[in-house]
């Protein structure tokens, strides 16, 4: 029986700028559960360890970054394969030419790499991206060649499907079929999932923890077993953070009341993303920004924001006499609604008009 931990896309020293003030303490997180799998692969006595691609966010880590990293891998006693990514490219540039990895390291590098493990029985294989912009299949050219028993690949790239027009780096279902591979271990996809094609079993492990928002499938690992009777893949959570989107119709409600929906969410290991929709009632002001700032202490982040639009068509003549400076506003921006075909110029308008009624019925909007 042959034991394989197969991650991808930790993606170390990424900005997250979108996190805010919380940015650092995530890339931190990151170097965490890093940890964690190391450990991991030592507590459960897994034979190796792959790493799909996008072990670094980019060729230009931190050397305190590039000194965790050796470090750690030169503590486990198995042997590691680290196949570069789209973020870290084997590039002129690349990290992998500049650091020297420990013993147990191989960096793939040559296109393909077909690296044995005798001892092991396995052979693994992998098209190392060439640059960022690559397009070429991470399959391509891979075929069980050599003595062993087991055969697996390691492919960063873009499984291909109807929904997916023209991916660069694509993975065709066909070629997963004919590889001839047990195992096919993907990365660049950041969700834990199934694609395995005919008697190939073909996984992408998922990022460890998520590196945006709404990457539901985040946060695992996928723990591999290939033997006589077959292969089998499970998942395991290593992550420490997840993330969720929360629709919630604004129709009759006050921001009072929105934000008290939201934090019976509260979690402070929780991503959140939030969108407002429905009909307002015309002057109801949704202040993301204000409903952000007052929510941040219930979540690790959170992101609001607001796709409602005004309940036009309540609009009543007698609610907003003519003669009035608010009945020719409401009149004005409803022709130039009526008269606008651009979609993000009309959800400006109507923006317009919403906070325009508030300021004329003398409402604090700021």
């Given at each position: 029986?042959?034991?394989?931990?197969?991650?991808?896309?930790?993606?170390?020293?990424?900005?997250?700028?979108?996190?805010?003030?919380?940015?650092?303490?995530?890339?931190?997180?990151?170097?965490?559960?890093?940890?964690?799998?190391?450990?991991?692969?030592?507590?459960?006595?897994?034979?190796?360890?792959?790493?799909?691609?996008?072990?670094?966010?980019?060729?230009?880590?931190?050397?305190?970054?590039?000194?965790?990293?050796?470090?750690?891998?030169?503590?486990?006693?198995?042997?590691?394969?680290?196949?570069?990514?789209?973020?870290?490219?084997?590039?002129?540039?690349?990290?992998?030419?500049?650091?020297?990895?420990?013993?147990?390291?191989?960096?793939?590098?040559?296109?393909?790499?077909?690296?044995?493990?005798?001892?092991?029985?396995?052979?693994?294989?992998?098209?190392?991206?060439?640059?960022?912009?690559?397009?070429?299949?991470?399959?391509?050219?891979?075929?069980?060649?050599?003595?062993?028993?087991?055969?697996?690949?390691?492919?960063?790239?873009?499984?291909?499907?109807?929904?997916?027009?023209?991916?660069?780096?694509?993975?065709?279902?066909?070629?997963?079929?004919?590889?001839?591979?047990?195992?096919?271990?993907?990365?660049?996809?950041?969700?834990?999932?199934?694609?395995?094609q005919g008697n190939v079993k073909a996984f992408y492990s998922g990022a460890p923890e998520p590196t945006a928002m709404g990457q539901k499938g985040a946060g695992y690992v996928a723990c591999v077993e290939i033997g006589e009777d077959g292969v089998s893949v499970q998942k395991k959570r290593v992550?420490?953070?997840?993330?969720?989107?929360?629709?919630?119709?604004?129709?009759?409600?006050?921001?009072?009341?929105?934000?008290?929906?939201?934090?019976?969410?509260?979690?402070?290991?929780?991503?959140?993303?939030?969108?407002?929709?429905?009909?307002?009632?015309?002057?109801?002001?949704?202040?993301?920004?204000?409903?952000?700032?007052?929510?941040?202490?219930?979540?690790?982040?959170?992101?609001?924001?607001?796709?409602?639009?005004?309940?036009?068509?309540?609009?009543?003549?007698?609610?907003?006499?003519?003669?009035?400076?608010?009945?020719?506003?409401?009149?004005?921006?409803?022709?130039?609604?009526?008269?606008?075909?651009?979609?993000?110029?009309?959800?400006?308008?109507?923006?317009?008009?919403?906070?325009?009624?508030?300021?004329?019925?003398?409402?604090?909007?700021?």
């Open positions: 029986m042959l034991k394989i931990l197969h991650t991808s896309d930790i993606q170390l020293d990424a900005p997250f700028g979108f996190l805010g003030s919380t940015g650092p303490h995530h890339r931190q997180q990151l170097r965490e559960t890093f940890k964690r799998i190391m450990d991991l692969a030592t507590q459960e006595g897994f034979d190796m360890l792959l790493i799909a691609g996008d072990l670094f966010n980019d060729n230009r880590p931190h050397q305190e970054t590039v000194d965790f990293v050796t470090f750690h891998l030169g503590q486990l006693d198995i042997p590691i394969c680290v196949l570069p990514g789209n973020h870290d490219c084997y590039d002129d540039a690349s990290v992998y030419r500049k650091v020297g990895f420990p013993d147990n390291v191989t960096v793939f590098s040559e296109q393909p790499t077909i690296q044995e493990f005798p001892n092991l029985d396995v052979t693994v294989y992998g098209n190392p991206i060439p640059s960022t912009q690559s397009r070429l299949s991470p399959l391509r050219g891979l075929t069980p060649t050599g003595d062993t028993r087991w055969h697996v690949a390691v492919a960063h790239g873009n499984f291909v499907r109807p929904d997916i027009v023209d991916p660069p780096r694509p993975i065709l279902p066909d070629e997963i079929r004919a590889s001839g591979m047990d195992y096919v271990a993907m990365g660049d996809w950041h969700a834990f999932s199934d694609y395995s992550g420490s953070i997840s993330t969720a989107d929360m629709e919630i119709n604004v129709s009759g409600r006050t921001i009072a009341q929105i934000a008290e929906e939201i934090k019976g969410h509260a979690d402070p290991q929780l991503m959140l993303k939030v969108t407002l929709g429905g009909l307002a009632e015309l002057g109801t002001v949704l202040d993301t920004e204000k409903l952000e700032l007052e929510l941040t202490p219930h979540f690790y982040h959170i992101e609001c924001s607001n796709q409602s639009h005004p309940q036009l068509a309540a609009i009543s003549p007698d609610d907003y006499p003519e003669e009035l400076v608010i009945g020719k506003f409401v009149r004005l921006m409803q022709s130039r609604i009526e008269d606008t075909v651009d979609d993000s110029q009309r959800g400006l308008i109507e923006q317009a008009l919403q906070l325009g009624v508030a300021l004329l019925k003398g409402k604090e909007v700021l």
